[in-house]
């Protein structure tokens, strides 16, 4: 049974920085594609940046230089979100596929992904 536990979010001003993390709990594999998605009320939820089990990062335009992701050897995936804006308040999720390599045009899918956190939602204030 996989678990994706996720913690980190908050309320920051804009321009400030925040972590998010998501644990991979019951499952171990060196093949993981893992990604962070965000949704806003009433929107479809987006593809924000992906990591792929290749070490391939792939993040969509509107945050590149300012998110980063990555995954430590406890299998941790982690969302590093500075030089936040307001347009960024949304639920974010982490997702997880195993034995897997995505292609660039498949890592910001979300229909991709078999696992999914339970959100963590982050609030920019102006």
């Known amino acids: 049974q996989v678990q994706l536990v996720e913690s980190g979010g908050g309320s920051v001003q804009a321009g400030g920085s925040l972590r998010l993390s998501c644990a991979f709990l019951?499952?171990?594999?060196?093949?993981?594609?893992s990604g962070w998605f965000r949704q806003t009320p009433g929107k479809e939820r987006e593809g924000v940046a992906a990591?792929?089990?290749?070490?391939?990062t792939t993040y969509v335009d509107f945050v590149k230089g300012r998110f980063t992701i990555s995954k430590d050897r406890a299998n941790t995936l982690y969302l590093e979100m500075s030089n936040l804006k307001p347009e960024d308040t949304a639920m974010y999720y982490c997702?997880?596929?195993?034995?897997?390599?995505?292609?660039?045009?498949?890592?910001?899918?979300?229909?991709?992904?078999?696992?999914w956190g339970q959100g963590t939602q982050v609030t920019v204030s102006s």
């Open positions: 990591l792929n089990s290749d070490g391939a």
């Open positions: 997702a997880a596929l195993y034995s897997c390599w995505l292609s660039p045009t498949e890592r910001l899918r979300q229909e991709i992904y078999q696992y």
């Open positions: 019951g499952r171990t594999s060196t093949r993981i594609c």
